[in-house]
DNA sequence: CGAACGACCTGTTCGC
DNA sequence: TGCGAACAGGTCGTTC
């Protein structure tokens, strides 16, 4: 579930919850996240984003990297309960932040030093021209809702978010990016913009069970034109939403507003 | 390079 | 109502 804007969210109010906090210990739950060790009394340096991860970083080198895959959830928690699918606590002097996630996709690793640096990954959120697409997007000859969601290209933009930008800039999702003159991924690259920093505003998207760091549901859901709206009127033309298959993921689109 | 598919897990929704 | 199948925001590895 968690793509950008989700993410994001969760790590601006991270941000300051752990602004001078102190770690005590790591409690680990499920076996699969049992390769992840911190040293205990070290105190956060920063806390960020990097595409779907979320970066926290020690003062003593190590930066935790938390990517929350289909189900995880964070939750940080001051009165001592604990929430249902916690995989994972990390124990602050000042609360509790736990990994909450049903399906134990999630995944925490450790890298050393800063991995901002290591990974020079490309940020949606970033500014660029028309140009610095053509440039990303030649010879690539897939379907542009799948450039959109290359991790190794741009980090960040899942399916929910990949449907709705291509559906406000008009643009369908199997033209190929090699594909893709200046003058559409300009109108791609605002309606990248425009459609992510909507959903961080509206902290995330809840279709079913994301919540934010204090347990919050999101309302981008109900901003939603085309993703899950299947045979519902099209927002922009009232056609109905077609839902169809595209490299094996749920694709929703407009017939009309969207060109083949 | 890229499509198709199965794995990884569990909970919820759909269709008969 | 009951029950199995299909489906879900993500990624990785393998095969073709």
């Known amino acids: 579930m968690p793509e950008l804007p ?10 300051p919850v752990l602004d001078r906090a102190v770690l005590q210990k790591i409690i680990v739950k499920d076996a699969r996240l049992r390769s ?15 595409g779907k991860s979320l970066a926290v970083q020690f003062e003593k080198t190590k930066t935790l990297l938390i990517h929350l895959r289909m189900t995880g959830r964070l939750s940080w928690i001051t009165d001592g309960t604990c929430p249902f699918y916690s995989r994972c606590v990390l124990v602050f002097d000042s609360g509790r932040l736990h990994l909450v996630d049903p399906r134990r996709f ?3 690793s450790i890298v050393v030093g800063d991995s901002k640096e290591k990974r020079k990954l490309l940020d949606p959120m970033d500014e660029r021209e028309g140009r610095d697409f053509m440039i990303l997007s030649a010879g690539r000859r897939l379907p542009v809702k799948n450039f959109l969601m290359d991790q190794k290209t741009l980090g960040g933009i899942g399916n929910i978010y990949a449907c709705e930008m291509l559906h406000r800039a008009g643009i369908s999702p199997w033209r190929r990016a090699c594909d893709m003159d200046e ?22 998207t809840t279709i079913s069970d994301w919540a934010d760091l204090f347990g919050r549901k999101g309302s981008y859901q109900k901003q939603l034109r085309v993703y899950g709206r299947k045979g519902k009127p099209c927002p922009r033309c009232g056609a109905p939403v077609i839902r169809t298959l595209l490299s094996g993921r749920a694709t929703f689109f407009c017939t009309s507003c969207q060109e083949t």
């Open 183 to 204: 003058q559409r991924w300009r109108r791609l690259s605002k309606a990248m913009k425009a459609t992510l920093g909507k959903a961080i505003e509206c902290r995330g």
């Open 106 to 108: 999630a995944t925490l």
């Open 6 to 15: 989700e993410v994001e969210t969760l790590c601006r109010q991270l941000t």
């Open 36 to 50: 992840v060790s911190l040293t205990a009394g070290q105190g956060v340096k920063s806390v960020y984003r990097v």
